[in-house]
């Protein structure tokens, strides 16, 4: 056997015990945080070496996922989504509006004290608005509520039925008392029979060239002097009334 042990044999088996401990010590030793990138191996780790819910929103890149890494029947719908859902037209509801004011004009010539009065807007959207003027000719108050725009093209229906001004549209040069939603409301001098917010239907609806409108129904009443049964939400003193109930109206 001694002859056998030659020094070449000698380093060789010295060599393998080596490295075989150095393995076993190396992988028995590794300092914590010392392996990198470079250490693993491409596609070494797997979906079973990945523990449940470590990965965070935080770690994955903007903008990577699609559809299909999505399962959307696992996603609650979006507010507001339900009556989006339903929807077949685009409108929004208007709060209701009552407007007291005073008289802003004053001639013996109507048209004068009318033009002259000052606008009380009642509503808006787009193009088209719904305002009151409230004036006095002589003795007599006046309540009148009127559409309004500043475009050619506007359609305006009221009564409920298809009563369309300008031939058929309206613009903004057709004549104010060619475009009035409801029944003038006139009062004399202490009168006690003004006390009506509606001489007619009041039904409208104005709908401007870019397809936004309005819809809904309107009152007016005018007052002078008191009343045997008092003033009530006119107040003291000469005053109109605007009420309007309506929606805005939008092309869908």
């Known amino acids: 056997m001694r002859r056998h042990l030659t020094f070449a044999n000698i380093v060789s088996m010295l060599a393998l015990f080596i490295a075989l401990g150095g393995v076993s010590w190396a992988a028995a030793t590794l300092p914590k945080n010392s392996v990198g990138s470079k250490q693993i191996k491409k596609n070494a780790v797997t979906n079973a070496k990945i523990k449940r819910n470590a990965i965070t929103g935080s770690k994955v890149k903007s903008n990577t996922l699609g559809g299909s890494d999505i399962n959307e029947s696992s996603l609650a719908q979006v507010p507001n989504a339900a009556s989006a859902d339903s929807a077949s037209s685009v409108t929004s509801d208007i709060p209701p509006v009552l407007k007291r004011v005073s008289s802003s004009a004053s001639d013996a ?144």
Not at 123 to 140: M, R
Not at 177 to 184: D, G, Q
Not at 220 to 243: E, I, M, S, W, Y
């Open 109 to 252: 010539d109507f048209d004068t004290a009318r033009i002259a009065a000052t606008p009380v807007v009642l509503a808006g959207n787009g193009h088209v608005q719904i305002y009151g003027k409230c004036f006095l000719v002589g003795t007599s108050l006046y309540a009148i509520v009127f559409a309004g725009t500043d475009s050619d093209g506007t359609l305006l229906g009221t009564g409920g039925g298809p009563m369309y001004y300008g031939s058929p549209w309206m613009s903004s040069s057709t004549v104010e008392m060619s475009r009035f939603v409801n029944t003038p409301m006139t009062a004399g001098a202490n009168s006690t029979s003004p006390m009506i917010l509606s001489g007619g239907t009041g039904l409208f609806t104005l709908i401007g060239p870019d397809g936004t409108g309005l819809t809904g129904q309107v009152a007016n009443a005018a007052k002078r002097g008191v009343p045997p049964t008092g003033n009530g939400p006119f107040g003291d003193g000469d005053a109109c009334l605007f009420q309007l109930d309506g929606k805005k109206l939008g092309v869908s």
